[in-house]
């Protein structure tokens, strides 16, 4: 299994929506907020495992990339995990803010 993976999602909110939604479902992340020359605003946040969130606001659709870089790898159950986390984002954690259009995982 890939250490990221990769969303477009189409979707109506805007920048403050989306981060009270991430934030609200994922309160133990370390959320920020910036803004790129090159990608416009975004949404970053990391919790205590070291998983990696971004979400790029300037892009239509929104991109979020999840990334799982040297997480849990003294672990045996490793991908399971990873698995697991992949499916709370795709099901509790994306149709709020709106509509896949593709991804890569």
């Excluded at 979707?11 to 609200?24: R, S």
């Excluded at 849990?72 to 490793?78: A, F, P, V």
């Amino acid at each position: 299994m890939k250490d990221f993976v990769t969303y477009d999602i189409f979707c109506d909110l805007n920048k403050e929506q989306i981060f009270a939604e991430v934030v609200g479902f994922l309160p133990n992340f370390k959320w920020r907020q910036g803004d790129s020359d090159s990608q416009g605003p975004y949404i970053s946040g990391m919790d205590d495992d070291d998983i990696q969130i971004k979400l790029w606001l300037g892009e239509e659709p929104v991109e979020m990339t999840i990334s799982f870089d040297d997480v849990w790898l003294d672990t045996s159950d490793r991908d399971k995990r990873k698995v697991h986390f992949i499916e709370l984002i795709e099901n509790v954690i994306i149709p709020p803010l709106g509509v896949i259009s593709k991804f890569d995982k």
